[in-house]
């Protein structure tokens, strides 16, 4: 079965810097994309940030365009999400997602395989 694990989650204070892992098994997305979804209670899952499998190009949310940094280790099958200059509105529930293929890389429901979210608590 396919399995997405996060890690890194905690608590941190504003301006500070969290860096999350996601790591794969069961199905190697080395030729996919690989993406991070954020959610608070009461709304809709939010993009953050995706790489793709072939080429490596990344594509951002504006609203962490230039704190957050997405990078993956094919060989690892894991991918990564560096967050710097944290602010309070970034606290969510953050969740890793992958699929072989998708189109239109910002929507959520593109991704077949979900990770069980970890907690990103920013303090102001």
């Known amino acids: 079965q396919v399995q997405l694990v996060e890690s890194g989650g905690g608590l941190v204070q504003a301006g500070g810097s969290l860096r999350l892992s996601c790591a794969a098994s069961?199905?190697?997305?080395?030729?996919?994309?690989m993406a991070w979804f954020r959610q608070v209670l009461g709304k809709e899952r939010e993009f953050v940030a995706n790489?793709?499998?072939?080429?490596?190009?990344?594509v951002y949310a504006d609203s962490v365009k230039g704190r957050f940094t997405i990078s993956r280790d094919n060989a690892k099958n894991t991918v990564y999400l560096q967050m710097n200059n944290l602010k309070p509105e970034d606290t969510a529930v953050y969740y890793c997602?992958?699929?072989?293929?998708?189109?239109?890389?910002?929507?959520?429901?593109?991704?077949?395989?979900w990770g069980q979210g970890t907690q990103v608590t920013v303090s102001s």
């Open positions: 997602a992958a699929d072989d293929f998708v189109f239109e890389r910002r929507r959520a429901n593109e991704y077949a395989y």
């Open positions: 069961g199905r190697t997305f080395s030729r996919g994309a």
């Open positions: 790489i793709r499998g072939s080429g490596g190009t990344t």
